[in-house]
């Protein structure tokens, strides 16, 4: 599975933008999906996540009610819709995907096996 990132950009605070992920292959239905970020001198935070068969989502509380996560099945894409964006969102983000990833695991970046290749996303103030 390949995972290829685009839909960063340079937006104003309050701004959106909506970064997508697609896989090179039809799997990708099978896997639970996720976007993490790390900005400059910081670790690899957990952003949201979408389950492959429930559809169930998870949030970090950093962007529940101005982030939303959905897949397309049917072209191997899943997307972070950004709203009201604030300078701190500033980040490289990633896509990835896990394999029967657990409730419990799915905010650790360990659990995902594949890797895209990230996409900046900077928001000015």
């Known amino acids: 599975v390949q995972l290829q990132a685009s839909g960063g950009g340079l937006v104003q605070a309050g701004g959106s933008l909506r970064p997508s992920c697609t896989s090179s292959v039809r799997t990708y239905n099978t896997r639970a999906m996720g976007w993490f970020r790390q900005a400059p001198g910081k670790e690899r935070e957990f952003v949201a996540a979408i389950k492959p068969s429930s559809g169930h989502t998870y949030y970090a509380d950093s962007v529940r009610g101005r982030f939303i996560i959905s897949r397309d099945n049917a072209k191997n894409t899943v997307y972070l819709q950004m709203n009201s964006l604030k300078p701190e969102d500033t980040a490289v983000y990633y896509c990835?995907?896990?394999?029967?990833?657990?409730?419990?695991?799915?905010?650790?970046?360990?659990?995902?096996?594949?890797w895209g290749q990230g996409t900046q996303v900077t928001v000015s103030s």
């Open positions: 990835a995907a896990g394999q029967r990833v657990i409730q419990s695991a799915i905010r650790d970046p360990k659990a995902y096996d594949t």
